[in-house]
């Protein structure tokens, strides 16, 4: 027999799910910046004080919606890659960038919520960085492996960059040489502006074939960061 605390608990998590639910329907209608708790409240037949009781303001509900869109994208991500199995980084590579893509096409609004426009009056707390860091730890754990074990292509880096380059491998994978940290984010950038340009119609007219497309553009970033086809 089920105690009362737990009753509640299992009330609580069903309860909050249905108001992450229902903001998620708001952010495909209205889009992330007209998110309002009293809409949710009232699409849910709640008063808007019961609803304060999950989420206290609507910067709260964001930031809620965002951790679990990161953390989605990341599992689908971390398990395509655990499904390809030993077939190379660069394969491994393509692999990950097409579930990304995938995630991003079946959770468009998800996908603008946190890579689209920023939601005017809202700052992300660092509890979404985590969650955020996931395909991007992934991608730097292909290439770690791939430099482990056969090295990966080195480009030089041009002499005004260097400090910088030395800064943010530094900060993000020490064990990695400055080179192929700065080609790492600046794949991780074209990366998401190629899934960008498809969601938001910036392809139509000029891209058809849009699958082939990226698989070449995806392989084009692994040989960017230094990974080698066999």
């Not at 009330?11 to 209608?29: D, G, P, W, Y």
């Not at 965002?66 to 499904?83: F, M, P, Q, R, V």
């Not at 077939?87 to 893509?101: D, T």
């Not at 090295?151 to 910088?164: D, H, K, M, Q, S």
Request: hydrophobic fraction near 45%.
């Amino acid at each position: 027999m089920s105690t009362p605390q737990g009753a509640r608990a299992r009330a609580r998590i069903e309860v909050t799910a249905a108001i992450k639910e229902e903001a998620r329907k708001q952010l495909a209608a209205e889009g992330a910046a007209r998110l309002s708790l009293r809409a949710v409240a009232r699409e849910l037949g709640m008063v808007s004080s019961a609803l304060y009781r999950y989420f206290p303001s609507r910067d709260d509900l964001l930031t809620a919606l965002i951790i679990d869109a990161y953390n989605s994208l990341g599992e689908t991500a971390e398990a395509a890659d655990a499904e390809a199995g030993d077939i190379g980084p660069a394969r491994r590579w393509v692999v990950v960038c097409e579930a990304v893509r995938s995630w991003a096409l079946a959770h468009p609004h998800e996908y603008a919520l946190i890579y689209g426009s920023p939601v005017p009056g809202y700052s992300a707390p660092e509890a979404t960085i985590p969650p955020a860091s996931r395909v991007g730890l992934l991608l730097i754990g292909i290439v770690r492996d791939a430099y482990g074990r056969h090295g990966v292509a080195r480009n030089r880096l041009p002499g005004e960059l260097e400090p910088e380059a030395r800064r943010m491998a530094a900060d993000l994978a020490p064990d990695l040489p400055p080179e192929v940290v700065t080609a790492l984010v600046a794949a991780w950038a074209q990366l998401y502006g190629l899934v960008g340009f498809e969601l938001f119609g910036q392809f139509n007219n000029v891209v058809v074939e849009r699958e082939t497309f990226f698989r070449h553009a995806a392989a084009g970033l692994a040989h960017g960061v230094g990974l080698v086809f066999p």
